[in-house]
C-alpha cells in the first residue's frame, strides 16, 4: 500500500531544530548479524497502522550510533513509515496507530512523558524535495536555532555550512534567498539547517532522488562525512547508494516487512533470505 505523505515544508520547521543530550521527557532484528552492544535506535515489535490497514508489521531494528544506516525496498513497503516512526513524525497523520517500543538513547519514544517537539530537536530530518525557507541562506541556517531559544552566531552558521559542504560554495552570498541556489546545493542548505543544532541523529527521506547525478555525488559524499558526527538514517530506492554509503542495511519489502537487517556487504553479497536476494538482484522491485 502506498504511505500518507506529509507537508514537507511545513513539517520540516518542527524537526529540523535538534539539541544535544538525551532527555526527551516533558533486540535482536530479523536475521541480523553482529550484535550491536549499544544501539542509539531500537524497535521491537513496532507495528504501524493507517486506520485500519497495517503497514508495518513487527520490526525488530537495532541501529548503530555514528554509523549510516540504509533502509531499501520497493515503493509502499514502509520504509518511509518506519523512518517517521523515529521521530514521531507519524503523530502528524490523523489515521496514524504506532505499536510496539522505539527507543531512543534508551527511551523509548512513545512513552506518554516524552515530549515530540523535543525529540525533533534531537532527530532532525531532511525531505526528499529540497525545501529551503523563503529566506537568506544565513537565515535558513539559523532558522532552527532561532525557534527554540538558541544564540546564532557567524560561527555556528559557518559550521553548519561547511559540515554540510556548501560554505566554500556561498560564503560570499549569505544575505542571498536560499530559494536562488540549484538543487543540489538547496538540498546540502537543506542538511545544514538540520544539523546546525547539532542533532543527535538525522533523518534522510530520499535525500538525492530529485537530485542529478553530480549534486547526488556531492550528497552521498556528504553522508559519509556526516557519520563521523551523527548517526544517520537515509531511505533510498537506489540500490546502488545504498550498498556505496551505509554500513548496514534493512530490506523492507511487500507488506511491511523488514525481511532482513545486517551489515550492508553481507545483504548484497550473501543475504540470508531468498526474497531478499530476488530483490537485489532485480527479479522484483
Not at 504511505?3 to 514537507?8: L, R, S
Not at 535558513?140 to 560554505?167: F, H, K
Not at 543527535?200 to 547525478?213: C, G, I, Y
Request: net charge negative.
Amino acid at each position: 500500500m502506498s504511505e500518507p505523505e506529509t507537508d514537507a515544508e511545513g513539517t520540516d520547521e518542527a524537526v529540523s531544530s535538534p539539541t544535544p543530550g538525551s532527555n526527551i521527557a516533558g533486540a535482536s532484528g530479523p536475521e541480523s548479524g553482529a550484535l550491536i552492544e549499544e544501539p542509539i535506535i531500537q524497535s521491537e515489535d513496532v507495528n504501524v497502522f493507517y486506520g485500519d490497514e497495517q503497514a508495518l508489521q513487527a520490526i525488530m531494528m537495532d541501529i548503530p550510533e555514528k554509523q549510516v544506516t540504509a533502509l531499501i525496498g520497493p515503493s509502499g513497503c514502509g520504509k518511509s513509515t518506519f523512518l517517521r516512526c523515529i521521530n514521531r513524525m507519524n503523530d502528524l497523520i490523523t489515521s496514524a496507530r504506532v505499536e510496539g517500543d522505539l527507543r531512543f538513547a534508551g527511551k523509548n519514544v512513545y512513552d506518554d512523558d516524552v515530549d515530540p517537539v523535543a525529540l525533533r530537536r534531537k532527530i532532525g530530518m531532511v525531505f526528499q524535495q529540497p525545501n529551503p525557507f523563503p529566506k537568506s541562506i544565513y537565515d535558513n541556517v539559523a532558522y532552527g536555532l532561532r525557534v527554540q531559544g538558541q544564540e546564532v552566531t557567524d560561527e555556528i552558521v559557518e559550521n553548519a555550512l561547511r559540515g554540510a559542504a556548501l560554505w566554500d560554495e556561498v560564503k560570499d552570498q549569505l544575505g542571498e534567498s536560499g530559494l536562488e541556489l540549484s538543487g543540489g546545493q538547496q538540498q546540502r542548505l537543506c542538511i545544514a539547517r538540520a544539523i546546525a543544532p547539532d542533532p543527535e541523529v538525522v533523518l534522510m527521506d530520499e535525500p538525492a532522488s530529485a537530485l542529478d547525478p553530480v549534486a547526488t555525488s556531492k550528497v552521498e559524499d556528504l553522508i559519509s562525512d556526516l557519520a563521523e558526527e551523527y548517526t544517520v538514517v537515509i531511505v533510498t530506492h537506489n540500490m546502488q547508494q545504498a550498498a556505496r554509503i551505509s554500513d548496514k542495511t534493512g530490506v523492507f519489502l511487500t507488506g511491511g516487512e523488514l525481511v532482513e537487517f545486517d551489515d550492508t556487504q553481507k545483504i548484497f553479497e550473501n543475504p540470508e533470505h531468498q526474497r531478499v536476494e530476488d530483490y537485489i538482484t532485480g527479479k522484483f522491485g
